[in-house]
């Protein structure tokens, strides 16, 4: 049996995280129909759900950068403590590592920095449009943000970065630490020594997790999309150039089109049908605490330490670090106990550090060479991607959901719903959205 012409799309978005989620319910206002794919129990179990929660529309510096570079013998030498590289060596890292030097030049740095900041403003734009449609928020405060230099040279470097954001009309300033304290004055409990600092007053906090699970309850009970959830995926139907579904461990499901959401695992899916893509993941960690003496209002970002503290509610949200350990989690005790010892000795009195549940978390960030999520579509016909976003999966969530759809709209005007239904089981969803 055929699809009527007039029918809308039906669209399997692969990912139950804040980017797949915010991607489906992009596609649904468009009029598609939606099926999100998940091996989790629930929305936004993995990088979503427990993220240094700060929305940092004016900090989208990339990692790729001859700052960077200073770093390098640190690295090697596994004395710096705000990042660990011991990754599985392989092709794939290989290539990814080369690109990622090649980028690593001052003028590729900026035209990164400014791409991803475009995106960020639009994303900012469009958050605060979708939170009128919610029926409940997610902690979400117009907070400002604080970054706190340890040199003059990241000074300097913050300077000109701030003159690239000024182009674009985005308020972000060096500053010096006694104008910070001012402006929050909880840094003041916070010994450093510091520098210098950036501040961004249009820059916000909010629960990636609360408003994923919010925007999944609002895509069902709207738009009527299904969820299929504790669904291993385990490939893409293909014919010819065409992705004609997916395969689960329940059976196919039968899509026009197909979007991979999977973060740091999307290569391993696209992978088995020839697209290449250079996402490497970059773990980092977090911990939820109960506040302390002197928790900032404003987030507040250690550039050197490589941490962040933002209050989500009533609860301090300090997360950090940047690991290349490939999928590996042997030494995760190891890093959560070291940033447990940063928190005290960085910002002693921001958070209740020996709280017994410090509900301790790891995710793995999903970064490109230049540090920009890939938005698009692929070789084949009726795959699209959005993922790769690094730290700023949920800063520009939204935007990049938007581009997506606008990706996937010539192939929506060109598309003939000629296709017979596959001879496949399809997967029964879950009976609502599990958070």
Known sequence: QKNNPGDPMHVAVLGAGVVGVTTAHFLAEAGHEVTIVDRAPGVARECSAANG????????EVMASPSFLLRLPGLVAGTDAAI????????NLVRWGLAFLGQCTRRSAAANTRANLQLAVRSAQLLRDIRTQLRADFHYREAGKLILLGTQREVDDARRACDVKAELGVRANVISMEEATDIEPAIGAMPGPYAGAVYSPGDDVGDSREFTALLAERLEQKH??????????TGLVREGNAILGVRTAAGDIEADAVVVCLGAWSPVVLGEVGIRLLVTPARGYSLTLPPGRTLPTASVTD???RFVIARLGEKARIAGYADFVGF?????AVRLERLIATARAAAPEAADSAHA??????GYRPLTPNGRPIVGGTSLDGLYVNTGHGTLGWTLACASAEQLVDAIAPYVHSYRKDRTAMPATTAEPSSSVST
Do not use: E, M, V
């Open 53 to 60: 929660a700060q929305l940092s529309y004016s900090y989208t």
């Open 84 to 91: 660990r590289f011991r990754p599985p060596i392989n092709a």
């Open 328 to 332: 590996s989690t042997r030494k995760d």
């Open 303 to 305: 550039f050197g330490r």
């Open 357 to 362: 549940d410090n509900h301790a978390w790891g």
């Open 224 to 233: 009527a999309a299904r969820f299929l959830f504790d669904t291993r995926i």
